[in-house]
């Protein structure tokens, strides 16, 4: 081969790696604005590169599709809204398609939470506005649709931490929690949910209790026994929590006034579980709910530490309730004393 074919080979070369350089590894200059890029459900490859070629995000779309070829993703594209900024080259985004990089709002559900708390997260990451969240909480064709025989979604959605999609249905992100709730409640809590004569809102609406009620993990299984014995008994269940559900924030002080409300949820006032749960019950209070302590107690009352004082009669459940006011007396005197010194000093 002639030297001068050699060179005009090696130049061409030269030219193809330079121009699949410059394609791939030099940044679109888009400065510091953020440009957000819809990728539909159902786009193929070819097709998240046009969209994105339209953008002015790609000097050379032919270029990644052979790329994508060769790394075999010249298929379905993970749908979602993703966000380009900065110096972002072409192999950059065709690393952000490959590996689905869409936007996500992380929400964070915690035992105990309710509607309240989760719809205000949901609306504040614009997932589902204050009204939309309501109306399907409790519309009837959204519970018949998950099959719930409850009057909400109250305790159906499981407490998780969740990535949601940016521009995802409303009734999708709901039934993703719906849908963990129900993962989590197997077969075998199902089964033994029939054994011991509870449906699975009952469960739930125990366990919503259970999670309210207790702090440790100890004291859950001795919570439900407490609850599994006034039942068989027909002893009101007088759970605290359930007298402020639907009149005002679980994180409220509960007053005397509070407990002689007259509402549906209100186990002071109706006797057996209320008609739904009052919280999003965990996995372990789920459990403490099916398999209660074999023990006699009819009461208990807090210790004020966290822990609780479980008493078997009425009689025992009085000296108990005695020490804790007394104690919450002293705890407060003491409290009060060492503010008025700080003050003085």
């Known amino acids: 081969m002639k030297k001068t074919n050699i060179f005009v080979i090696a130049g061409i070369i030269f030219v193809a790696c330079s121009y699949f350089f410059v394609q791939l590894m030099v940044p ?3 400065g510091n604005k953020t440009i957000e890029v819809e990728i539909p ?17 790609l000097r ?60 205000d997260k949901l609306s504040k990451k614009d997932i589902v506005s204050h009204d939309d969240f309501w109306h399907l909480a409790s519309d009837e064709e959204f519970l018949y649709l998950y099959d719930i025989d409850a009057p909400s979604i109250e305790g159906y959605l499981f407490p998780d931490t969740y990535k949601f999609p940016k521009g995802i249905d409303p009734e999708d992100a709901i039934g993703m929690m ?17 054994e011991i004569g509870l449906s699975e809102r009952e469960v739930l609406s125990l366990a919503s209790i259970i999670e309210k009620e207790s ?10 026994a407490v609850f599994h014995n006034r039942l068989k008994k027909g002893i009101p269940l007088q759970a605290d929590p ?45 459990e403490a709910a099916l398999y209660p302590a074999d023990v006699p107690y009819l009461y208990f009352v807090s210790n004020n530490d966290g822990t609780h004082q479980f008493s078997v009669t009425a009689a025992e459940h009085m ?27």
């Not at 032919?62 to 380009?84: C, E, F, P, T």
């Not at 006034?257 to 372990?284: E, F, H, Q």
């Open 319 to 345: 000296v108990a309730v005695k020490a804790y006011r007394e104690k919450k007396l002293k705890e407060e005197q003491e409290t009060q004393e060492e503010a008025e010194d700080n003050e003085k000093s």
């Open 60 to 119: 050379d779309k032919n270029i990644l599709l052979i790329l994508g070829k060769i790394r075999g993703i010249d298929r379905r594209i993970r749908a979602g809204y993703y966000s380009v900024n900065g110096s972002v080259s072409p192999l950059d985004i065709f690393k952000m398609l490959r590996e689905g990089r869409i936007t996500e709002f992380v929400i964070t559900v915690l035992e105990g939470d309710t509607l309240l708390e989760i719809g």
């Open 178 to 194: 719906i849908n963990k709730m129900r993962e989590k409640f197997t077969p075998e809590l199902s089964e033994r949910s029939s």
């Open 215 to 224: 702090v440790t993990d100890e004291e859950r299984f001795l919570i439900s």
């Open 242 to 286: 359930t007298a402020i559900y639907g009149i005002k924030s679980s994180k409220e002080k509960i007053t005397a006034s509070d407990l002689r409300k007259k509402t549906k949820y209100n186990t002071y006032v109706i006797k057996g579980l209320p008609p739904g749960p009052i919280a999003s019950p965990g996995i372990k209070s789920i």
């Open 41 to 57: 459900a159902g786009t193929t490859f070819r097709q998240a590169l046009e969209i994105f070629s339209r953008e002015g995000l």
């Open 28 to 30: 679109i200059p888009i």
